[in-house]
Protein backbone atom coordinates (compact mmCIF):
# COMPACT_ATOMS: atom_id res chain seq x y z
CA UNK A 1 0.00 0.00 0.00
CA UNK A 2 1.48 3.46 -1.05
CA UNK A 3 2.20 5.52 1.79
CA UNK A 4 -0.78 8.38 0.72
CA UNK A 5 -3.19 6.00 1.25
CA UNK A 6 -2.11 4.90 4.67
CA UNK A 7 -2.59 8.67 5.64
CA UNK A 8 -6.21 8.34 3.66
CA UNK A 9 -7.22 5.60 5.95
CA UNK A 10 -6.06 7.15 8.99
CA UNK A 11 -7.81 10.20 8.65
CA UNK A 12 -10.91 8.57 7.99
CA UNK A 13 -10.58 6.22 10.80
CA UNK A 14 -9.99 9.77 13.48
CA UNK A 15 -12.95 11.16 11.74
CA UNK A 16 -15.00 8.45 12.42
CA UNK A 17 -13.87 8.17 16.29
CA UNK A 18 -14.32 11.53 17.10
CA UNK A 19 -17.59 12.17 14.78
CA UNK A 20 -16.31 15.75 13.51
CA UNK A 21 -18.96 16.84 11.47
CA UNK A 22 -21.74 15.57 12.68
CA UNK A 23 -24.78 16.23 15.34
CA UNK A 24 -23.56 15.64 19.25
CA UNK A 25 -25.05 12.78 20.38
CA UNK A 26 -27.63 15.03 22.40
CA UNK A 27 -28.80 16.86 19.37
CA UNK A 28 -28.55 19.41 17.02
CA UNK A 29 -25.77 21.94 16.93
CA UNK A 30 -26.36 25.21 18.84
CA UNK A 31 -28.75 23.19 21.01
CA UNK A 32 -26.93 21.90 23.96
CA UNK A 33 -28.48 18.34 25.13
CA UNK A 34 -30.84 19.14 28.37
CA UNK A 35 -29.86 16.13 30.04
CA UNK A 36 -27.33 16.19 32.27
CA UNK A 37 -25.81 13.50 34.64
CA UNK A 38 -28.68 14.60 37.46
CA UNK A 39 -31.01 14.34 35.20
CA UNK A 40 -31.98 18.39 35.06
CA UNK A 41 -32.03 21.35 32.91
CA UNK A 42 -29.60 23.80 32.92
CA UNK A 43 -26.51 22.66 34.83
CA UNK A 44 -22.63 22.04 33.91
CA UNK A 45 -22.37 17.92 33.85
CA UNK A 46 -20.95 16.31 30.83
CA UNK A 47 -23.80 14.65 28.91
CA UNK A 48 -24.75 10.87 29.26
CA UNK A 49 -26.08 8.53 26.66
CA UNK A 50 -28.90 7.04 28.99
CA UNK A 51 -30.80 4.69 27.09
CA UNK A 52 -34.18 5.22 29.32
CA UNK A 53 -34.12 8.41 27.46
CA UNK A 54 -36.02 9.25 24.31
CA UNK A 55 -33.50 11.29 22.02
CA UNK A 56 -30.45 11.13 24.29
CA UNK A 57 -29.01 9.63 21.36
CA UNK A 58 -29.03 11.36 17.77
CA UNK A 59 -31.76 10.10 15.16
CA UNK A 60 -33.62 8.13 18.43
CA UNK A 61 -36.36 11.10 18.04
CA UNK A 62 -36.89 10.33 14.42
CA UNK A 63 -36.44 6.27 14.75
CA UNK A 64 -40.08 5.07 14.98
CA UNK A 65 -38.62 2.99 17.97
CA UNK A 66 -39.90 3.54 21.67
CA UNK A 67 -36.38 3.60 22.73
CA UNK A 68 -37.15 3.91 26.71
CA UNK A 69 -39.62 2.09 26.41
CA UNK A 70 -42.11 4.20 28.37
CA UNK A 71 -45.06 3.29 25.55
CA UNK A 72 -44.15 6.73 23.41
CA UNK A 73 -41.75 7.21 20.78
CA UNK A 74 -40.20 9.83 18.62
CA UNK A 75 -42.02 12.95 18.71
CA UNK A 76 -44.89 11.70 20.55
CA UNK A 77 -42.40 11.32 23.46
CA UNK A 78 -42.36 14.39 25.73
CA UNK A 79 -38.28 13.52 26.06
CA UNK A 80 -38.05 14.97 22.44
CA UNK A 81 -39.50 17.85 22.84
CA UNK A 82 -37.81 20.63 20.50
CA UNK A 83 -35.08 17.87 19.42
CA UNK A 84 -34.85 16.55 15.77
CA UNK A 85 -37.32 18.91 14.46
CA UNK A 86 -40.35 18.16 16.98
CA UNK A 87 -41.83 20.97 18.41
CA UNK A 88 -41.22 22.66 21.80
CA UNK A 89 -44.07 21.99 24.07
CA UNK A 90 -45.57 25.25 25.44
CA UNK A 91 -47.74 23.31 28.10
CA UNK A 92 -46.90 23.30 31.81
CA UNK A 93 -43.58 21.80 32.34
CA UNK A 94 -43.22 18.16 32.39
CA UNK A 95 -41.61 17.64 35.51
CA UNK A 96 -40.49 19.92 38.38
CA UNK A 97 -36.94 20.73 37.74
CA UNK A 98 -36.59 20.06 34.14
CA UNK A 99 -35.56 23.81 33.56
CA UNK A 100 -32.72 25.59 35.22
CA UNK A 101 -33.77 27.23 38.70
CA UNK A 102 -37.21 25.48 39.02
CA UNK A 103 -36.01 23.49 42.22
CA UNK A 104 -35.30 26.48 43.84
CA UNK A 105 -37.90 29.28 42.36
CA UNK A 106 -40.99 28.85 44.89
CA UNK A 107 -43.07 28.22 41.83
CA UNK A 108 -45.49 25.01 40.95
CA UNK A 109 -43.99 24.66 37.34
CA UNK A 110 -45.70 20.96 36.76
CA UNK A 111 -48.96 22.21 38.61
CA UNK A 112 -48.80 18.84 40.44
CA UNK A 113 -49.30 21.22 43.98
CA UNK A 114 -45.71 20.46 45.03
CA UNK A 115 -42.95 22.59 44.45
CA UNK A 116 -39.66 23.56 44.66
CA UNK A 117 -37.82 20.82 47.49
CA UNK A 118 -40.96 18.90 48.37
CA UNK A 119 -41.35 17.80 44.60
CA UNK A 120 -40.45 14.02 44.87
CA UNK A 121 -38.62 15.25 41.27
CA UNK A 122 -36.53 17.90 42.70
CA UNK A 123 -35.10 15.43 44.99
CA UNK A 124 -31.76 15.00 43.29
CA UNK A 125 -31.87 18.92 42.25
CA UNK A 126 -28.28 20.06 43.17
CA UNK A 127 -30.30 23.17 44.90
CA UNK A 128 -32.31 20.48 47.37
CA UNK A 129 -28.96 18.63 48.10
CA UNK A 130 -27.30 21.60 49.40
CA UNK A 131 -30.30 22.16 51.66
CA UNK A 132 -30.36 19.04 52.81
CA UNK A 133 -26.49 18.71 54.00
CA UNK A 134 -27.02 22.35 55.68
CA UNK A 135 -28.41 20.68 58.71
CA UNK A 136 -32.11 22.30 58.96
CA UNK A 137 -34.94 20.39 57.78
CA UNK A 138 -37.45 21.76 54.74
CA UNK A 139 -40.40 23.86 55.84
CA UNK A 140 -41.82 24.33 52.34
CA UNK A 141 -45.65 24.82 52.88
CA UNK A 142 -45.90 22.66 55.53
CA UNK A 143 -45.13 24.49 59.34
CA UNK A 144 -47.08 23.66 62.16
CA UNK A 145 -48.87 25.92 64.79
CA UNK A 146 -45.88 27.27 65.82
CA UNK A 147 -43.66 24.49 66.33
CA UNK A 148 -40.18 24.77 65.03
CA UNK A 149 -37.92 22.73 63.10
CA UNK A 150 -34.77 21.06 64.23
CA UNK A 151 -31.64 19.13 63.24
CA UNK A 152 -32.67 16.54 60.05
CA UNK A 153 -36.52 17.75 60.47
CA UNK A 154 -38.08 16.50 63.47
CA UNK A 155 -40.47 19.29 64.37
CA UNK A 156 -41.00 20.38 67.79
CA UNK A 157 -43.11 22.82 70.15
CA UNK A 158 -46.62 23.12 69.24
CA UNK A 159 -48.43 20.20 69.03
CA UNK A 160 -47.15 18.09 65.61
CA UNK A 161 -46.54 14.78 66.13
CA UNK A 162 -45.35 13.94 62.42
CA UNK A 163 -41.53 14.32 61.90
CA UNK A 164 -40.18 15.92 58.42
CA UNK A 165 -37.84 13.93 56.77
CA UNK A 166 -35.74 14.15 53.34
CA UNK A 167 -35.78 17.59 52.01
CA UNK A 168 -38.92 18.75 54.55
CA UNK A 169 -41.66 16.71 53.11
CA UNK A 170 -43.66 16.55 56.19
CA UNK A 171 -45.09 12.21 57.28
CA UNK A 172 -47.39 11.28 59.60
CA UNK A 173 -49.89 13.28 61.33
CA UNK A 174 -50.23 15.41 64.10
CA UNK A 175 -52.51 17.66 65.58
CA UNK A 176 -52.20 21.31 64.73
CA UNK A 177 -53.19 24.03 66.57
CA UNK A 178 -54.09 27.55 65.22
CA UNK A 179 -53.89 28.50 61.21
CA UNK A 180 -51.12 28.04 58.97
CA UNK A 181 -49.76 30.90 57.99
CA UNK A 182 -46.71 30.92 56.73
CA UNK A 183 -45.17 29.04 60.10
CA UNK A 184 -46.97 31.78 62.03
CA UNK A 185 -50.14 31.08 64.96
CA UNK A 186 -53.31 32.64 65.12
CA UNK A 187 -53.96 34.47 68.46
CA UNK A 188 -57.23 32.59 69.80
CA UNK A 189 -59.10 35.51 71.74
CA UNK A 190 -62.84 35.20 70.13
CA UNK A 191 -64.58 36.08 73.38
CA UNK A 192 -61.75 36.72 75.72
CA UNK A 193 -60.86 39.73 77.64
CA UNK A 194 -58.20 38.22 79.31
CA UNK A 195 -55.81 35.33 79.56
CA UNK A 196 -53.05 33.04 77.10
CA UNK A 197 -54.02 33.59 73.41
CA UNK A 198 -52.78 29.73 72.32
CA UNK A 199 -49.56 31.40 70.76
CA UNK A 200 -47.44 32.58 73.78
CA UNK A 201 -49.28 36.15 74.13
CA UNK A 202 -52.11 37.32 76.20
CA UNK A 203 -55.83 38.05 75.19
CA UNK A 204 -55.92 41.34 77.53
CA UNK A 205 -55.30 42.33 80.89
CA UNK A 206 -57.57 42.86 83.43
CA UNK A 207 -57.85 46.33 85.52
CA UNK A 208 -57.11 46.80 89.43
CA UNK A 209 -59.21 44.80 91.69
CA UNK A 210 -59.92 42.08 88.93
CA UNK A 211 -58.73 39.03 88.38
CA UNK A 212 -59.15 36.56 85.03
CA UNK A 213 -61.11 33.44 85.26
CA UNK A 214 -62.31 31.68 82.41
CA UNK A 215 -60.61 34.35 80.13
CA UNK A 216 -63.12 36.72 81.13
CA UNK A 217 -62.50 39.91 84.15
CA UNK A 218 -64.18 39.42 87.36
CA UNK A 219 -63.95 41.86 90.18
CA UNK A 220 -61.92 40.29 93.16
CA UNK A 221 -64.23 40.80 96.79
CA UNK A 222 -61.70 40.67 99.80
CA UNK A 223 -64.18 39.93 102.86
CA UNK A 224 -64.36 42.00 105.66
CA UNK A 225 -65.36 40.64 109.19
CA UNK A 226 -63.16 42.72 111.86
CA UNK A 227 -65.20 42.76 114.79
CA UNK A 228 -68.30 40.63 113.62
CA UNK A 229 -69.85 37.45 115.05
CA UNK A 230 -72.84 37.50 112.17
CA UNK A 231 -74.08 39.20 109.42
CA UNK A 232 -72.92 40.07 105.51
CA UNK A 233 -68.77 40.05 104.84
CA UNK A 234 -69.71 42.13 102.07
CA UNK A 235 -68.72 39.50 99.87
CA UNK A 236 -72.04 37.94 99.51
CA UNK A 237 -70.90 35.41 102.61
CA UNK A 238 -71.48 35.27 106.33
CA UNK A 239 -69.07 36.79 108.91
CA UNK A 240 -70.55 33.97 111.10
CA UNK A 241 -74.31 32.55 112.38
CA UNK A 242 -75.82 33.09 116.01
CA UNK A 243 -77.74 30.63 118.02
CA UNK A 244 -81.05 29.42 118.17
CA UNK A 245 -81.78 32.33 121.00
CA UNK A 246 -79.72 34.84 119.82
CA UNK A 247 -80.23 37.41 116.84
CA UNK A 248 -78.08 39.17 114.80
CA UNK A 249 -78.13 42.62 114.73
CA UNK A 250 -75.35 44.96 113.84
CA UNK A 251 -73.05 41.92 113.21
CA UNK A 252 -73.15 40.95 117.02
CA UNK A 253 -75.14 38.30 118.59
CA UNK A 254 -78.07 39.29 120.68
CA UNK A 255 -80.31 37.89 122.97
CA UNK A 256 -83.70 37.02 121.40
CA UNK A 257 -86.09 39.21 123.81
CA UNK A 258 -88.75 36.62 125.40
CA UNK A 259 -92.17 38.12 124.18
CA UNK A 260 -94.53 38.68 126.96
CA UNK A 261 -97.17 35.69 127.12
CA UNK A 262 -99.97 37.97 128.61
CA UNK A 263 -100.59 35.59 131.89
CA UNK A 264 -97.45 36.16 134.14
CA UNK A 265 -96.12 38.66 136.09
CA UNK A 266 -92.62 39.73 137.85
CA UNK A 267 -92.68 41.32 141.33
CA UNK A 268 -90.89 44.38 141.80
CA UNK A 269 -90.79 43.98 145.84
CA UNK A 270 -91.95 42.55 148.57
CA UNK A 271 -94.78 43.07 151.54
CA UNK A 272 -95.75 42.46 154.80
CA UNK A 273 -99.03 43.47 156.83
CA UNK A 274 -98.34 47.04 158.25
CA UNK A 275 -96.75 48.12 154.91
CA UNK A 276 -97.77 51.30 153.34
CA UNK A 277 -95.97 52.34 149.83
CA UNK A 278 -96.17 55.08 147.51
CA UNK A 279 -95.53 54.09 143.62
CA UNK A 280 -96.29 54.81 140.13
CA UNK A 281 -97.47 52.77 137.05
CA UNK A 282 -95.26 54.97 134.99
CA UNK A 283 -92.04 53.43 136.94
CA UNK A 284 -89.57 51.50 134.69
CA UNK A 285 -90.12 48.34 136.23
CA UNK A 286 -93.89 48.78 135.11
CA UNK A 287 -94.83 46.36 132.23
CA UNK A 288 -97.90 45.78 129.81
CA UNK A 289 -98.01 42.17 130.18
CA UNK A 290 -101.75 41.20 131.60
CA UNK A 291 -104.60 42.59 130.25
CA UNK A 292 -107.06 40.06 131.70
CA UNK A 293 -107.53 38.62 134.68
CA UNK A 294 -108.93 35.43 135.61
CA UNK A 295 -111.69 36.76 138.08
CA UNK A 296 -112.91 39.26 135.75
CA UNK A 297 -114.06 40.52 132.31
CA UNK A 298 -112.81 43.48 131.71
CA UNK A 299 -109.50 44.31 130.06
CA UNK A 300 -106.92 46.42 131.71
CA UNK A 301 -104.34 47.76 128.50
CA UNK A 302 -102.31 49.79 130.84
CA UNK A 303 -98.91 48.98 132.64
CA UNK A 304 -99.04 47.17 136.08
CA UNK A 305 -97.04 47.12 139.37
CA UNK A 306 -96.74 43.63 140.88
CA UNK A 307 -95.92 42.61 144.57
CA UNK A 308 -95.46 39.97 146.74
CA UNK A 309 -96.88 38.63 149.91
CA UNK A 310 -96.28 35.94 152.52
CA UNK A 311 -98.55 35.20 155.03
CA UNK A 312 -96.93 34.08 158.40
CA UNK A 313 -100.27 32.68 160.00
CA UNK A 314 -104.16 32.17 159.42
CA UNK A 315 -105.43 35.79 158.69
CA UNK A 316 -107.30 38.32 157.16
CA UNK A 317 -105.76 41.13 155.24
CA UNK A 318 -107.30 44.07 154.31
CA UNK A 319 -105.64 46.08 150.82
CA UNK A 320 -106.37 49.83 150.14
CA UNK A 321 -105.92 51.79 147.52
CA UNK A 322 -105.77 55.34 146.80
CA UNK A 323 -105.42 56.84 143.29
CA UNK A 324 -104.75 60.91 143.60
CA UNK A 325 -107.28 61.60 140.23
CA UNK A 326 -111.31 62.21 140.27
CA UNK A 327 -113.65 59.41 138.23
CA UNK A 328 -113.93 55.95 138.34
CA UNK A 329 -112.92 52.82 136.52
CA UNK A 330 -109.02 54.40 136.45
CA UNK A 331 -106.92 51.90 138.25
CA UNK A 332 -107.83 48.39 139.44
CA UNK A 333 -106.44 46.69 142.30
CA UNK A 334 -105.91 42.37 142.00
CA UNK A 335 -104.89 39.43 144.15
CA UNK A 336 -103.45 36.13 142.31
CA UNK A 337 -102.81 33.43 144.60
CA UNK A 338 -99.63 30.96 143.94
CA UNK A 339 -101.45 27.64 142.72
CA UNK A 340 -98.19 26.40 141.48
CA UNK A 341 -97.46 28.47 138.58
CA UNK A 342 -96.22 31.71 140.22
CA UNK A 343 -97.74 35.20 139.56
CA UNK A 344 -100.33 34.09 136.83
CA UNK A 345 -103.71 35.90 135.58
CA UNK A 346 -105.35 32.69 135.87
CA UNK A 347 -104.73 32.50 139.88
CA UNK A 348 -106.66 35.62 140.78
CA UNK A 349 -108.70 35.34 143.53
CA UNK A 350 -109.99 39.10 144.63
CA UNK A 351 -110.45 42.77 142.84
CA UNK A 352 -111.30 45.90 143.12
CA UNK A 353 -111.79 48.32 139.76
CA UNK A 354 -112.76 51.38 142.30
CA UNK A 355 -110.40 54.27 142.48
CA UNK A 356 -110.75 54.58 146.25
CA UNK A 357 -111.46 50.54 147.07
CA UNK A 358 -110.90 48.06 149.81
CA UNK A 359 -109.72 44.33 148.80
CA UNK A 360 -110.42 41.56 151.73
CA UNK A 361 -108.82 38.25 151.23
CA UNK A 362 -108.74 35.19 153.47
CA UNK A 363 -104.45 34.20 153.66
CA UNK A 364 -103.52 30.97 154.75
CA UNK A 365 -99.95 30.71 156.98
CA UNK A 366 -97.32 29.93 154.05
CA UNK A 367 -98.84 31.16 151.06
CA UNK A 368 -97.57 33.24 148.47
CA UNK A 369 -99.88 35.77 147.02
CA UNK A 370 -99.30 38.60 144.13
CA UNK A 371 -100.96 41.77 144.81
CA UNK A 372 -101.14 43.51 141.36
CA UNK A 373 -101.84 47.58 140.66
CA UNK A 374 -103.19 47.74 136.59
CA UNK A 375 -104.22 50.46 134.92
CA UNK A 376 -107.68 50.53 132.94
CA UNK A 377 -107.79 51.47 129.56
CA UNK A 378 -104.30 51.93 129.38
CA UNK A 379 -104.21 54.70 132.36
CA UNK A 380 -100.93 54.91 134.15
CA UNK A 381 -99.67 57.36 137.37
CA UNK A 382 -99.47 57.47 141.14
CA UNK A 383 -100.82 55.29 143.72
CA UNK A 384 -101.06 54.67 147.35
CA UNK A 385 -101.50 51.15 148.99
CA UNK A 386 -101.68 50.27 152.51
CA UNK A 387 -101.83 46.71 154.10
CA UNK A 388 -103.46 45.78 157.22
CA UNK A 389 -103.58 42.17 158.73
CA UNK A 390 -106.23 40.69 161.65
Same mark, same amino acid.
Given at each position: ??????????????????????? *? #????????????????????? !??????????????? @????????????????????????????????????????????????????????? %??????????????????????????????????????????????????? *???????????????????????????? %???????????????????????? @? =???? /??????????????????????????? @?????????? $????????? #??????? /????? !??? $????????????????? =??????????????????????????????????????? @???????????????????? !??????????? %?????????????????
Amino acid at each position: MQKWHLWIVLGAWILLTTGCGSE *S #SAGSAGNPDPFETDGFAGGSA !APVNDPLIEGDIDGE @CSDDLDNDGDGEFDCNDADCDGLEGCPENTAPDKYEGDDPGECSDGADNDQDDLFDC %DDPECFNSPACDEESTSGGGQSGGGSTGGGETTGGGETTGGESTGDETGGG *SETGSGDTTGSETGGGCTPACGGKQCGP %DGCGASCGECSGGQSCENGQCVFV @C =EANC /AGKQCGDDGCGDSCGECGPEYTCESNN @CTPIPVPPDG $VTCEPVSSL #SCGSSLQ /ASTND !ANA $VDNINVYGCETWQDQGP =ELAYEFVANQNQTVTLDLNVNISGHWVAHLYVLENQGQG @CHADDCIASEEKIDGEVTFE !ATAGTTYYILV %DGFSQWSGDFELDIQCN
